[in-house]
């Protein structure tokens, strides 16, 4: 709704304030005019027009949003929710934006969430329809109105973070066609998400490094990636885990690459080794950037692990890379892609509820460019096992 438009008249009847509120609102839900999206009047107005407290009406307005009939947004009002029957008898029709380029640095990770979340659907009863978007980060504008243009052909939408990604998902909310991230959305969130314990996992790694005596430690990121919450959650974890506030005379240093890409990992690194002291460990938010910096330690004369240990943060097969043993994070990416096509039709039947977010364990896999020390701390090798947390 807009402006002054009214819901109706309310019914003269003698009944409880609260009843008469729910009765209301929920007629809304049927009122010719009025369709999912539809703004409601203002909380007073509506307490004025109904004869009641204000309480009241915020009381009722809670209690339908919880059912997932409402959805409020700080700011900016309540609007009403698509009502879909929770059996979802109707095949759904699900868009997917998460980079699947198999054979590009930047997709390797999307590619494997994607084909998870495909199987997933083949499993499913009634296996949902993927249709998988272009994602094209570089040009925001054009893939924003490219997400916007399917809005009214899907049931909901798996959205990775890039520019424009909050106006997508506020259009998609409000026409009633929940929306589940890959990974947290912002650093503050708790709902509806799926995300590796990048925080957790780091941490870990902080501990290992510290408790093992390493005092120098960088932590390199691509530039592409550096705004993300899940960079951002990374280093928090690797700060907590080195415990930086206590007289432990551990420094940690952040050093930017231009893409994800080996080459750009060597060539950054080799700008750190002759700007500054050689560190002693080297954290690398993505698999290549490892190898681009194992590569470029190697050529400065030091030792890995020996000298350097380094850690990957991505859990990419590297069957056929240099270092194929690269000690790094593994990410779980099947069950990610089974999580997230689970929480999103979870929304979708529950009439785009707001459900909490799911952060999935992680454990580390290769071991050859950390010590043995470290290895067993960080349980490398043990099979069928959960990570060990922090």
């Known amino acids: 709704m807009k402006g002054k438009q009214s819901l109706g008249p309310p ?17 809304a839900f049927d009122r010719p005019g009025l369709s999912a999206g539809a703004r409601l009047p203002p909380v007073r107005r509506l307490a004025s027009h109904l004869n009641v407290g204000v309480a009241t009406v915020h009381h009722i307005l809670k209690q339908l949003a919880r059912e997932g009939r409402l959805r409020a947004e700080v700011g900016n009002g309540t609007f009403l929710v698509a009502s879909r029957p929770k059996t979802m008898k109707g095949r759904l029709k699900i868009a997917l934006n998460i980079p699947l380029f198999k054979d590009d640095p930047l997709g390797q990770w999307g590619y494997l969430i994607g084909q998870a979340i495909f199987n997933a659907a083949a499993d499913r009863p009634q296996s949902p329809m993927i249709l998988p978007l272009s994602f094209r980060p570089a040009n925001a504008e054009e893939w924003t ?26 259009a998609y909310e409000k026409a009633g066609k929940p929306v589940v991230h890959v990974n947290p959305p912002a650093d503050c969130s708790t709902a509806n998400f799926v995300s590796s314990d990048y925080h957790g996992s780091c941490g870990l790694l902080g501990k290992v490094w510290a408790q093992t005596g390493r005092r120098r430690v960088v932590f390199l990121k ?7 919450s899940s960079t951002r959650l990374s280093y928090a974890g ?16 952040i050093w930017s690459a231009r893409s994800v890409r080996e080459e750009e990992g060597c060539q950054t ?18 698999d290549l950037l490892a190898l681009g910096a194992v590569r470029a330690l190697g050529e400065g004369g030091l030792r890995i692990p020996q000298d350097v ?11 056929n890379a ?17 999580a997230l096509l689970n929480l999103l039709c979870e929304r979708i039947e529950q009439n785009g509820r707001d459900l909490p977010g799911r952060i999935l364990p992680v454990r580390y896999v290769g071991g050859a460019t950390t010590r043995p020390q470290e290895n067993q701390l960080f349980e490398i090798g043990k099979e069928n096992r959960e990570p060990l947390n922090p």
């Open 322 to 338: 240099s270092c194929s043993n690269l000690t790094r994070a593994q990410q779980p990416f099947e069950k990610i892609g089974a």
């Open 145 to 170: 109105k490219k997400l916007l243009e399917e809005l009214s052909e899907v049931d909901g939408l798996i959205l990775y973070e890039t520019p424009g990604s909050e106006a997508v998902r506020q």
């Open 222 to 228: 691509a530039a592409s990636f550096g705004a993300s």
């Open 269 to 286: 690194v080799r700008k750190l080794l002759d700007r500054s002291k050689p560190p002693d460990a080297v954290y690398c938010t993505g």
């Open 11 to 27: 019914r003269m009847v003698h009944e409880r304030p609260t009843d008469r509120v729910r009765r209301y609102l929920c007629a």
């Open 309 to 319: 240990s380094v850690v990957g943060g991505t859990g990419l097969d590297l069957a």
């Open 238 to 253: 690797l700060a907590t885990g080195l415990e930086l506030d206590s007289q432990n005379d551990i420094a940690l240093r």
